[in-house]
């Protein structure tokens, strides 16, 4: 229990100075920044008394630290700058202690309490570009090398023991590798978080680009960038569209519309997958489907074939639906086809050519609940399918065609 409040408290203190227009990254830079200040306040408190108690007037500088490190929390919990609370902490650690180190005499003396400073060259390559933390680095050595020297030649007489320094000098290496060691797993902790909440969305867009387009061309739309096209010279397409769709539609609420479509398709790309097969898109009520794209299999009409009697079986089904009688319009055209993704913003993968269009033709000619299919798919299914003449039909755009009922499997017939 108090491990998980001591949690809450820190989750608490970490959303200092967020406002909810921050994104992930946003927040967690200020998370890191805000505990590292919090996590040297003690310190630079218990310091502060240490030297106090010696009767040493460099008391007064971790004290200073320690006003002007919360002053910016405070600042930066009501302004919400993050580069303002940056550039006060990194000045802060920076000056506090390489100040501290010439007060008391120098290097040794002061127990290598400058040691501290590098804080901010190391806050700065977190938070900043490496260029500025370079820049940083440089300024600390400058700054180190100077007040250490400056402490050796002016303030030599620090009345400390030399015991103390030897003390100072292992709690500074102690205590300072120990905060420097709490950050970096911290921020280790939070780079994990990050990679993992990016490999999240990462698989969220996978799944988003294998909804819109095939694997096998989604692999080619992600290996090279270009126009994707491709010819077969044999494929069978399948179109589907929900019989006096339009009247059902005026008399349903918007929600019922939309879940009796959503219960339909669900369904339908159920099957698509069963029979390995490929949903191209929906237009409506209307729903089209490819055997032999974007994988050629010399079984192209066969497959297509018992797919379309198990839409039309499960349209009769009211186990899936079971209103109003609904029944589809089946239609099945085979023939060559071109493929290709069109669109940058909203990819679209799609078919071209007379099988597309004369499958199209068959279902918006069709009969309710029947399957018809062209001259082409027949020749290819009328080994294995029971399939009735339907004779010649007038076709739009295409003329008087004979066409054919496709009734069922010749073994399920028999």
Known sequence: MAIALG????????????????????????????????????????WGLIYLAFGQPVAILPFIYFAVSVGSLLVFARTHSFRFLLAVQLLDILFAPTLGQMLTG?????GVVGLWGILAPLGALVFLDVPRAVRWFVAYLAVFLATGIAGELFFPDADLPGWFSSAMLALNVCFGGAVVFTLLAFFAHQRREALRDLQLERDKTESLLLNVL?????????????????SFDSATILFADVADFTPLAGRL???????????????????????????????????????????????????????????????????????????????IGSGAVVAGVIGRKRFLYDLWGDAVNTASRMESHGTPGEIQITRETYELLKDDFVCRPRGMVAIKGKGEMPTWYLEAPMAASA
Not at 21 to 41: C, E, M, P, Q, Y
Not at 216 to 224: G, K, N, P, Q
Not at 263 to 292: P, Q, W
């Open 7 to 46: 949690r809450q408290t820190r989750d608490r203190l970490a959303r200092i100075g967020t406002v909810d227009a921050d994104d992930h990254d946003a927040r967690g830079r200020k998370s890191l920044l805000v505990l590292t200040a919090l996590i040297i306040l003690p310190v630079s408190a218990l």
């Open 106 to 110: 120098g290097f040794l003396p002061s």
């Open 214 to 230: 095939p694997s096998s061309v989604a692999d080619r739309l992600r290996a090279r960038a270009g126009t994707i096209a491709d």
């Open 253 to 331: 609420r918007p929600t019922e519309l939309v879940e009796l479509l959503d219960r339909l398709f669900s369904r339908f790309d159920a099957l698509v997958e069963n029979h390995g097969l490929e949903k191209i898109k929906t237009i409506g009520d209307c729903y089209m489907v490819a055997a032999g794209v974007p994988d050629p299999r010399p079984d192209h009409a066969r497959a297509a074939a018992l797919l379309a009697l198990d839409l039309r079986d499960a349209m009769r089904s009211p186990q899936w639906l079971g209103r109003d009688g609904l029944q589809l319009r089946i239609g």
